[in-house]
């Protein structure tokens, strides 16, 4: 190393600092703000009449069933819709894998659905797909005898509904990562284990899947904690309905802080909420890190 | 014989896959196949059971959606999304710069954080945004809308400019320090030329994010800086109104427009964009 790291740093600050100190602005305070006010009973229109709570507000709600079971629901949301995608936009990926005429064309329109607004997507199925009476998916299922649900009303329709838009949404991101990630493998692995005779979904199994280890797990980390943290969707197709159903931790907070005005108790939802997620990635990331260590 | 038999399996088995293609292709984009042609129906057409593929078109959705104020929603999405990415390209891309080419202390750590940022449940930002901002009085504005869409793209221009820039060879900035040239030189001449590909990814995957934003403009934008997502819903009906679904369709259709044009053109640099994402 040529410079010592102190003057290294006076020379990238005027690089980096800027931007640090409006993430500061933007990321760090607020959250800190929302920390601080789950100390508080405080009151959205009425800031000022406000008291210490102390953890009043992170015991009220472990015995609070709604957040409880909004808690549940976003952990089903998140496990269904992260497996089908992840596994889904795999086997899509592989299905594109070889070349074939028209494949770039292919591609670019699969683009198409993740560049929309969820909130779009959502509409979109809500009022034109999945509308009971005179959406096109019931037509379809009435051509075999089959009487459609009303998806977004009923229970447990309303939370399938989301899903199923959430995969439409999400798989072909997974897929086209995945295909990016398989067109540069390597291929002496897989072509040596054809040759010892490997059929195709032992290769795919025992090589494929293992050298694309790294890329998976990233691809799941981002899938996670996009789908945990999903607002969009939700909240247009259903506000958290029927009853509380659909309620994701996100339109928990939402409501909680704007409809019914509990600021510091939303803002303690909002905490629990964010700790979930940093232990999950953490759990994730920390082996991968580890192992990079060790490496180096 | 065997040869030939094993010759017509992997045929159909090729034809088999194509077809499994086409329909994949087709269930992504039906949706958005359908809600185009809706948006050219006439009321009495978009309620017929069975759906009608064959109609009279009509552009009075079109011309609803228009005087519908949707000018000035349109207006507040482009102003939003295009100033929040440009500020954040200004303070991000030489952010990315000086984490691509020092070796500092906290490298690592300032990394993490900025990507932490861009997985955290946005909805610890919002409320508290929503407090300071309502404090400061500019919730409504386009400033503070403005201000708080660089949460979206400040990460992800860092982080993937970053790679970028690894990906120039540190020997061509020695080239230049050797000819004298100064550190910024280095950067504004040398290397952010070299990544202009790579720039122009950044860009649009952020505008798209930015475009595309809907819980912060619910919470934040008040109601003169309403953005065409939060406009749209407007429509969806609620009590007392209807959903109006012609009017719907239109707009929906009106603001998927850019973005989806936007992606087929640069395609290959959107996709690698997206790929980018995950990077390790």
Excluded at chain 1, 103 to 131: G, R
Excluded at chain 1, 226 to 245: E, H, K, L, S
Excluded at chain 2, 23 to 37: D, N
Excluded at chain 2, 177 to 206: E, K, N, Y
């Amino acid at each position: 190393m040529r410079f010592s790291r102190k003057i290294e740093w006076q020379k990238a600050s005027i690089y980096i600092v800027p931007s640090l100190i409006i993430l500061f602005i933007i990321a760090i305070y607020p959250m800190l703000y929302a920390i601080w006010t789950g100390f508080w009973d405080s009151h959205l229109h009425r800031p000022e009449v406000r008291s210490f709570a102390g953890l009043e507000n992170y015991i009220k709600l472990f015995l609070d069933h709604r957040f409880l079971s909004s808690l549940g629901i976003t952990f089903l949301f998140t496990l269904i819709s992260v497996a089908s995608t992840m596994i889904l936009g795999f086997l899509l990926a592989l299905l594109f894998e070889k070349p074939f005429k028209g494949k770039n064309t292919a591609l670019a329109l699969l683009t198409i659905p993740m560049v929309m607004a969820p909130v779009v997507s959502a509409l979109i199925w809500k009022v034109f797909l999945l509308e009971p009476d005179v959406g096109i998916v019931n037509w379809f299922l009435s051509l075999f005898g089959i009487r459609g649900p009303y998806w977004i009303s009923t229970t447990p329709w309303a939370l399938i509904s989301v899903i199923i838009v959430n995969i439409w949404f999400m798989t072909p991101f997974v897929m086209l990562i995945m295909e990016a990630a398989l067109s540069v493998l390597s291929k002496e692995p897989i072509e040596a284990a054809m040759i010892d005779g490997a059929g195709y979904w032992k290769r795919v199994w025992y090589i494929i899947i293992p050298s694309l280890k790294g890329k998976i797990l990233f691809t799941l980390i981002f899938r996670i904690t996009i789908d945990y943290r999903m607002f969009d969707i939700v909240y247009t197709m259903t506000r958290g309905g029927p009853a509380f159903d659909t309620e994701m931790l996100s339109v928990w907070v939402y409501s909680v802080a704007l409809r019914t005005f509990q600021m510091g108790y939303a803002n303690a939802g909002a905490v629990v909420m964010m700790i979930i997620i940093g232990v999950t990635c953490l759990l994730i990331i920390l082996p991968i890190i580890r192992k990079k260590g060790e490496l180096a | 014989m065997s040869k030939v038999r094993r010759l017509t399996k992997v045929r159909t088995l090729e034809i088999l896959r194509l077809i499994m293609i086409v329909v994949v292709v087709f269930v992504a984009l039906f949706p958005i196949i359908w809600v185009l042609l809706a948006s050219f129906k006439s009321p009495g057409d978009l309620m017929r059971v069975p759906p009608v593929v064959f109609f009279q078109p009509t552009l009075s959705n079109y011309s609803d959606v228009a005087s519908e104020n949707f000018l000035f929603y349109f207006k507040n999405s482009l102003i939003v999304a295009i100033s929040s990415v440009a500020l954040s390209i200004m303070v991000g891309v030489p952010a990315a710069f000086g984490l691509s080419r020092f070796s500092i202390k906290g490298k690592e750590g300032i990394m993490l954080f900025v990507l932490s940022v861009r997985f955290m449940p946005y909805i610890i930002f919002a409320l508290p945004l929503f407090f300071i901002m309502s404090r400061l009085g500019v919730i409504g504005t386009y400033g503070g809308l403005i201000f708080v869409y660089i949460i979206i793209s400040l990460p992800l221009i860092i982080w993937l400019m970053k790679a970028f820039f690894d990906s120039v060879p540190y020997s061509v900035d020695e080239a230049a320090a050797l000819d004298g040239a100064s550190q910024f030189r280095i950067f504004w001449q040398i290397v952010l030329p070299c990544s202009l590909p790579g720039l122009a990814t950044v860009t649009i995957l952020s505008l798209i994010f930015a475009w595309n934003e809907y819980l912060f403009a619910l919470i934040l934008s008040g109601r003169d800086a309403q953005t065409l997502t939060v406009g749209l819903t407007r429509f969806l009906g609620g009590m007392e109104t209807a959903v109006r679904w012609g009017m719907l369709s239109a707009w929906s259709i009106t603001i998927i427009t850019p973005v989806v044009l936007m992606a087929l053109l640069v395609n290959r640099q959107l996709r690698k964009g997206f790929t980018g994402m995950v990077e390790d």
